[in-house]
Each structure stands twice: as structure tokens, then as C-alpha cells.
């Protein structure tokens, strides 16, 4: 591994480190649990991604590819489950607070029924 490599890696593990750590301040700081879900699945999956990438730069041969693999499944895999248990949620009557745009599933649902 060359020098630049080695930076580029140093530069993706900070800037995953740093976006997991935003994201656990989300998962805190928001106020309810749709909100919550969304930091940890958005932030967290980003992190997490910059993370297998410098893993898979910094690394050659079987361990890169099985980084890469590692990566695509979470990228495929991570917004459907976040949604998945967010429309669970709904459903078992957990209420988003609401903003000025409402609720839209609910909206939805009452005028299919």
C-alpha cells in the first residue's frame, strides 16, 4: 500500500467515525422514534460504509472483496429493513410527531378503508 492509499484510508475511517458519532448524537437528541430510526439507519449505514471502503483500500486480495461484499449487502439491506420496522411501527399504533406536513400514511389508510 502506498502513501497516498494509507491517507486516503485514514481520511475514510475519520469521516465514518465522525458521521457514526453524528448519528448516535441523533439517536439521542431527536424526539420520537421514526426520527430516531432514521438518524441510526441514514447516518449509521453511511458510517459504516466509509468504514468497510477504507477497509477494502487499505486491504488487497480476499479481505478487500469481502469488505466490498460487505458493503453492497448493507447498502441493499438497510433501507428496507429501516422501512420495514418503521411501517411495523405504524401499524402497531407508534405516532410520529407531527409536523406542518401531517401524517400521510394515516391519511392514506383512512381513505382506502
Given at each position: 500500500?502506498?502513501?497516498?492509499?494509507?491517507?486516503?484510508?485514514?481520511?475514510?475511517?475519520?469521516?465514518?467515525?465522525?458521521?457514526?458519532?453524528?448519528?448516535?448524537?441523533?439517536?439521542?437528541?431527536?424526539?420520537?422514534?421514526?426520527?430516531?430510526?432514521?438518524?441510526?439507519?441514514?447516518?449509521?449505514?453511511?458510517?459504516?460504509?466509509?468504514?468497510?471502503?477504507?477497509?477494502?483500500?487499505?486491504?488487497?486480495?480476499?479481505?478487500?472483496?469481502?469488505?466490498?461484499?460487505?458493503?453492497?449487502?448493507?447498502?441493499?439491506?438497510?433501507?428496507?429493513?429501516a422501512h420495514a420496522i418503521a411501517r411495523a411501527a405504524h401499524r402497531a399504533g407508534i405516532r410520529p410527531v407531527l409536523g406542518?406536513?401531517?401524517?400521510?400514511?394515516?391519511?392514506?389508510?383512512?381513505?382506502?378503508?
Amino acid at each position: 500500500m502506498n502513501e497516498v492509499q494509507a491517507w486516503l484510508a485514514s481520511l475514510l475511517v475519520l469521516s465514518g467515525a465522525l458521521i457514526s458519532l453524528l448519528g448516535a448524537i441523533g439517536v439521542l437528541r431527536l424526539p420520537d422514534s421514526y426520527s430516531r430510526m432514521h438518524a441510526a439507519s441514514k447516518a449509521g449505514v453511511l458510517g459504516a460504509v466509509l468504514l468497510l471502503g477504507a477497509v477494502a483500500l487499505a486491504s488487497s486480495g480476499e479481505l478487500a472483496l469481502e469488505a466490498f461484499v460487505g458493503l453492497l449487502i448493507l447498502l441493499a439491506s438497510a433501507p428496507l429493513a429501516a422501512h420495514a420496522i418503521a411501517r411495523a411501527a405504524h401499524r402497531a399504533g407508534i405516532r410520529p410527531v407531527l409536523g406542518r406536513l401531517g401524517d400521510e400514511l394515516e391519511q392514506r389508510n383512512k381513505g382506502g378503508e
